[in-house]
C-alpha cells in the first residue's frame, strides 16, 4: 500500500455530474471511465495490496472504501472510489466480510475511519514491509496511529494471506543478492544502483516492500 494522488485524473463525468442517485444506476461505459482512471491512478494495481491486476472489468472491481449500504450518500462520490483485486481472502472482498459485531477475529467490524485511505493519508507514516513479506505497524506511533495500522493490516489482510507474504518477499528477494554482493565488491556503486533501481521500480507490483528494503541503502 502506498500513497496515491487522485488529483493526477478528472473526476469522471457521470460522478461529477451525476444523472444516476446511485452506484447500480451507472451503465456499462461510465463504469469503464471510472474504472480507467483508477487505472491511472493506481498503476494498473490493487490500491490495497499492490498486485498487478488485468484491466478487464472482471480482473478486479471498484470498491467502495466506506461500504455502500451503510454510506448510502457516498456511493457516486469519487473519493470513496478504488480499484481493487477479487481476491476473496485480501482487500476490498476481506474487507467487505468484516461485519461480525463483535470479537477481534479477522473479520470482526471495523471503523472506517481507523483504516488508512492511501489517497488521503500516506501509508509510509505507518506501515513496515519487511523484505521476508511480513508487514508491521512502524515504531514510534501514537496509540491512536498505531491502531490505524493495525486495523488497516487486518481489515485488508496484508500480513495474514500467505499469498501476499510470498509476493513481496519473492518481490525483495532478487534484491538482496545483488545488494549483498555489491557491498561485497563494488561498496562505491551501492547508493547509486539503489536510488536507480528506487525509480525503476516505482510502478512495479508489491512496489512498497522493494522501496522499503532499498532505501536503506540509497541514503
Known sequence: MH???RNCVSVPACLAAPVATRYDQLHGAEKNTIRSALFTIQGERCAYCERRTGT?????????????????????NWPNLFWSCKDENSCGKHKDKCDRPAGTGAQAVFNADEIIDPCVDDPDDYLLFVFDGTVRPR???????AKRASETIRVFQLLDSAFLRKSREDAVKPYISILN?????????LRNYASGELTTTASAPFSTAIRHFLHQFAQ
Not at 471498484?62 to 448510502?72: L, M, N, P, S, Y
Not at 554482493?181 to 556503486?189: E, G, I, T, V
Open 139 to 145: 515504531d514510534g506511533l501514537s496509540e491512536q496511529d
Open 181 to 189: 554482493s555489491l557491498k561485497l565488491y563494488a561498496p562505491d556503486k
Open 3 to 5: 500513497k496515491l494522488d
Open 56 to 76: 478487464g472489468k472482471d480482473e478486479g472491481h471498484i470498491e467502495h472504501f466506506r461500504d455502500q449500504a451503510g454510506h448510502i450518500h457516498l456511493q457516486l
